[in-house]
């Protein structure tokens, strides 16, 4: 079983930044494409960035430019640095991973933190 726990939302003015942390945990075998999606009231869930195993990013046309999705294998973390937020950003922000268990090490499962809220308001 993998666990994710996200960090880093809150409340920030527009044209402000925030760093959002994801680590994952549990008897991992590999790691393969980790990303950040979001979900705004009344909408369905986004995707914001992805970054594959080996560093290829994808971006949703709305964040590009704003927003950088990096990873730290070692320590099976994804990062999502928000510049230049919008009103339009707020969302709940989730972190998935597609990882692999040591106990099944070639079956790949889709897995999502709880989420953390980034509000964007003056």
């Known amino acids: 079983q993998v666990q994710l726990v996200e960090s880093g939302g809150g409340l920030v003015q527009p044209g402000g930044s925030l760093r959002l942390s994801c680590a994952a945990s549990g008897i991992i075998f590999r790691i393969n494409g980790m990303g950040w999606y979001r979900q705004a009231p009344g909408k369905q869930r986004e995707l914001v960035a992805v970054i594959g195993g080996g560093g290829v990013t994808n971006y949703a046309d709305s964040v590009a430019g704003r927003f950088v999705i990096s990873r730290d294998n070692p320590k099976n973390t994804v990062y999502l640095q928000m510049n230049s937020l919008k009103p339009e950003d707020t969302a709940v922000y989730y972190c998935?991973?597609?990882?692999?268990?040591?106990?099944?090490?070639?079956?790949?499962?889709?897995?999502w933190g709880q989420g953390t809220q980034v509000t964007v308001s003056s």
């Open positions: 998935n991973a597609k990882a692999s268990s040591i106990r099944f090490p070639s079956m790949y499962v889709n897995y």
